[in-house]
């Protein structure tokens, strides 16, 4: 499972791009992950810019 610091994100959509499971929706300005077909590759914490994004692995 993929946790999000929402309040960091600038909504570039880089990381629904990578997203193998397409489980990433970013809009205008809300970002969210669908976790049920979120199959944890962390791609999406590695491409993010800014760190946005953490797996369950970084805590
Ligand atoms: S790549 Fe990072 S900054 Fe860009 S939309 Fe995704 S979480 Fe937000
Ligand atoms: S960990 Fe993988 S499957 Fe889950 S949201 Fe990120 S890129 Fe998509």
Same mark, same amino acid.
Do not use: K, T, W, Y
């Given at each position: 499972?993929?946790?999000?610091k929402?309040?960091? =994100?600038d909504? =570039? @959509?880089t &990381?629904?791009?990578v =997203?193998?499971a397409? &489980?990433?929706e970013?809009?205008?300005?809300? *970002?969210? *992950? /669908?976790?049920?077909?979120c199959?944890?590759?962390? #791609? &999406?914490?590695? *491409? &993010?810019p800014? /760190?946005? #994004?953490? @797996?369950?692995?970084e805590?």
């Open positions: 499972m993929i946790h999000i929402e309040n960091l =994100c909504f =570039c @959509g &990381c629904v791009a =997203c193998p397409d &489980c990433i970013v809009r205008e300005a809300s *970002i969210s *992950i /669908e976790d049920e077909s199959i944890d590759c962390d #791609l &999406c914490v590695e *491409i &993010c800014i /760190e946005v #994004l953490v @797996g369950d692995n805590n």
